[in-house]
């Protein structure tokens, strides 16, 4: 083996060591998942967190020692400035972003970069700030993709109709029709989800999120650019899914009145710096998150306060 | 909303297997009993072959959204592989030789379909240049793949599944119609199922679908090795069918852009696109060539067809992708709507 290659295999081994770990907690998980469909107040262990997460791009400072604890069945919202690391951070989470310092600890597992392509088998599913449906799927289509991750059978399997691939058939459709239904999408099912008006595709993007049955939902900008209708109603629907599956909810959002009435606890972003980190009625008063984002700009406009 | 639903649901009267059933039907039961044996040699053989081959290529490029231009080299893989399983190995069912000839199209299919993981659109397409090249390289400078036979070019072996000798031009019909028929069905099964769903997820967004769980890589892989095993198949009918011989040199680019052309015409992401894409492809020079020499009489050579076609096509596929980019297929939904609402009107 070339030195090269060891080098990659110890690195690749390092980044995703928690596997190993991952099979010990895994029948334990189980468990959890089954006895406690609603949500239980007595656990509140943490279901996330972050440690000391440093990001940068060419040298712009995205996020800069951001600790992040968030506890299980949490509405916790980010907010924060345009460019505040906001969506750096839950690229990070999510595994998109590999932080050049810090982990994430996921389930109980710390990682140096969550796999992107077992973080729907991790328990965790997300939207996107852009639109990321897919257009040529219908509605209910793109939400049962949203079960791509629980597919145990085979192509062939599935050409030619096994029972296996029958069941998981069945049960994708069952579960999506039930989020749809869930979400008052049942009426737009059948059409194709690039012709949607952009509210209900965010709404599909939940869906498709939700169908997944995620332990952490992490939602990047649910409500940009909507109306203040459309925004309460995301924000009754989010809160509704959180009753009602009991996971922890991640959130990115610019609107502060919506971020204080629907969240349990909010972070501040400022510079890629996490400034606050409190209830929404400490948040209200923080005299830091007022200058940075909330409040006035006068004394600012020369940026000495900053 | 409910008038939207109401205007868009169309003609309930026929189920969605009537069409093809009554295809099917037309096609066995009264075809092969009418049909001319130019009917055959000039139409209907290069149709089944090419339309077989566009299905094939439309799982890899209409769903799955990876761009290809190697399909003319995994019909030769095909072809040429047939030949080989063929002749050397000893009391190989034909079925068995194609079957196989199919597995190592889609080998080779799934080797050059790797640099798809790091390349997407154009340079994807470019690096499967190298499957067109490469492949053909191979059978020529190698004598082994055609027996060693001194022009490069040889016979194709009689046709037979399980005993039945498919003879004749209606026979060799027959034999692809068969073969056409299986794997477009099981096609089909392919595209509604969730393996289907995850090749439009990976076409259309791929960090979505990567994030909700979709094996990215092993769908990518998958949609090669299915397409080339299809495109191979119909490599195996175009030589052993169709030509009657197998040689490298009519498994050319031209063929890989005239596969992609009939994909876009026909319609991306359909089953019936590659067939309606193919019969333009096929029925459009010999209705050129008629109106041709009807029209000009002896000034309109086999040079000026060949160059007139050439246009006329370009032309043709300049207007699809501005006018109808979802292809023939979208057209001829559009026309049985019109035509199911006058239906309609006229009824009440």
Redesign the interface.
Known sequence: MSMANYAFEVSQTSAYAPEILEGLSSAERRDDAASAPVRDESDLSTGLALEDINLSFGGVVALAGVDLSIKAGEIRAIIGPNGAGKSSLINVI?G?YRPERGHVVLNGVRYAQVP??????LGV??T?QNL??????SVL?NV???R????R?S?AG????TPL?RR??RD?YDRAIQILDFLHLG?VRDRLAGTLPYGLQKRVELA?ALV?EPRLLLLDEPMAGMTATEKSEMASFIRAARDRFGMTVVLIEHDVGVVMELSDRIAVLDYGLKIADATPAEIRSDQRVIDAYLGVVSENEDGGGI | MSALATEFTVAPTLPKWAAPVLVLIIAYGVVPFVGTSYLFEAILLPFLALSLAGLGLNILTGYAGQLSLGSAAFMAAGAFAAYNFNLRVEGLPLVGSIILSGLVAAGIGIVFGLPSLRLRGFYLAVSTLAAQFFVQWALTKFSWFSNNSSSGVIDAPTLSIGGIVFSGAAGRYLFSLTIVTVITFLAYRLVISQTGRNFIAVRDNETAARIIGVPVLRTKLLAFAISSFIIGVAGVLWAFAYLRTVEPAGFNLDRSFQILFIIIIGGLASIRGAFFGAALIVVFPLVLARLGSFLLGDIFDSGVLDMSQRIVLGALIILFLILEPDGLVSLWDRIRRRLGSALRLTRR
């Open positions: 999510s998109v992107t392509q077992k973080l729907a088998h599913a997300r996107f990321a449906l897919f257009k040529g799927l289509d049962v993709a949203g791509a991750h629980t597919v059978s192509f599935q050409i030619v109709g691939s998981e058939r994708s009426g498709r997944a």
